[in-house]
């Protein structure tokens, strides 16, 4: 789109109206990938390859390798969650619009860590679900009129509750440290989705270069980006 009018329409080469709310958009809602389209871009930057090199220095020799004979489209699906080219994105992107912009991950997860925040979660219900049982029993047994009800046990299910919920506080946070950043190779990606070979997928993907789709998990991730 070449240019936009005063009535916060644009115009493009065919003269036709393109109404726009707010006006000129100023801000990329949403950059898929961690803005790996741009890997190409960046190459070209010796600040920035010097980053990439300093920080990951095994992405950065195959890299350079494959840039000495690869044309620019073949410079790209290496970079996907690469967590340098995400930062250079998002350097220019804060520079030109002033703000952060949102990053999508892709994510694999440990299937243990699953099974075990899915346990967490279940016994918790099912606790809530045994007391409002026996809460149901007591208000339909006539024998219960004039007593307690059982509410005298309150502060137990709250104290229970509590438990509950700090151990799936914990888990959470092992399920999301543990996490791989990774787009997988085309195996990997069918296998999840069959969702059979769980443990072994996350092992191969963990093993996988992340130049090829493999995973870094989110922790060092961020300490890089």
């Given amino acids: 789109l070449p240019g936009w009018r005063d009535d ?5 080469a065919c003269r036709d109206q393109l109404p726009i709310e707010h006006g000129e958009i100023k801000r990329v809602p949403y950059v898929h990938g961690g803005y790996f389209g741009a890997a190409p871009f960046m190459l070209t930057n010796p600040k920035w390859t010097s980053m990439l090199r300093t920080l990951m220095p095994d992405v950065y020799v195959e890299i350079s390798r494959r840039a000495s004979k690869a044309p620019a489209p073949r410079l790209i699906h290496w970079a996907e969650n690469n967590p340098v080219v995400a930062a250079y994105g998002t350097a220019y992107e804060m520079e030109f619009s002033g703000e952060m912009p949102i990053l999508e991950w892709d994510v694999f997860l440990n299937p243990q860590l ?11 219900e099912d606790y809530l679900q045994r ?3 026996e809460e149901a029993t007591i208000l339909e047994d006539d024998s219960a009129i004039g007593t307690d009800g059982g509410y005298g046990e309150a502060s137990d299910e709250r104290r229970a509750l509590s438990d509950y919920d700090e151990e799936i506080e914990r888990r959470t946070t092992l399920l999301v440290e543990g996490m791989l950043i990774a787009h997988g190779n085309t195996r990997q990606i069918i296998t999840e989705q069959t969702g059979i070979l ?7 993907v963990r093993r996988t270069k992340s130049s090829l789709g493999g995973g870094v998990f989110a922790r060092q991730w961020l300490a890089v980006y």
């Avoid at 916060?8 to 493009?12: D, G, K, N, P, T």
């Avoid at 699953?114 to 918790?124: D, I, Q, Y």
């Fill in 198 to 204: 769980k443990r072994m997928n996350f092992s191969s």
């Fill in 8 to 12: 916060r329409s644009s115009e493009s």
């Fill in 114 to 124: 699953v099974r075990g925040l899915k346990k967490a979660l279940r016994e918790r």
């Fill in 131 to 133: 007391g409002r049982d």
